[in-house]
């Protein structure tokens, strides 16, 4: 009898225990365990994962294409920058004062 009471409180400790997770596992690999049923992870490291999912796998949300036709960003950025210094030294006029007498 006292070994199948030592049998039952040894899987239940087995279950309770944190489960150890290979080395160098990423996020999305330890999810993708979980929900194929491979592992079994515990409520901490299911957060944890969840949380650091965005840092280790960023998603693409955009995509920039540019052409060289002078309509592409760099072009415009420099067109802008020769019209603000345009406006920062105005053109001097150049005078002589004239005597009236």
Do not use: W
Not at 30 to 48: D, F, I, N, T
Not at 50 to 55: M, N, S, Y
Not at 65 to 77: E, H, I, M, P
Request: proline share 6%; glycine share 4%; aromatic share 4%.
């Amino acid at each position: 009898m006292s070994e199948r009471i030592t049998a039952v409180l040894d899987r239940i400790e087995a279950e309770h225990q944190t489960p150890a997770l290979p080395q160098g596992i990423t996020a999305l690999r330890l999810l993708q365990m979980v929900y194929r049923g491979e592992v079994k992870a515990s409520p901490q490291q299911m957060r944890a994962a969840i949380e650091c999912l965005p840092f280790e796998s960023p998603k693409i949300v955009g995509i920039g294409v540019g052409y060289l036709n002078a309509q592409d960003f760099a072009s415009k950025l420099e067109r802008a920058l020769q019209r603000s210094d345009a406006a920062r030294f105005p053109k001097l006029i150049e005078a002589r004062a004239e005597r009236r007498d």
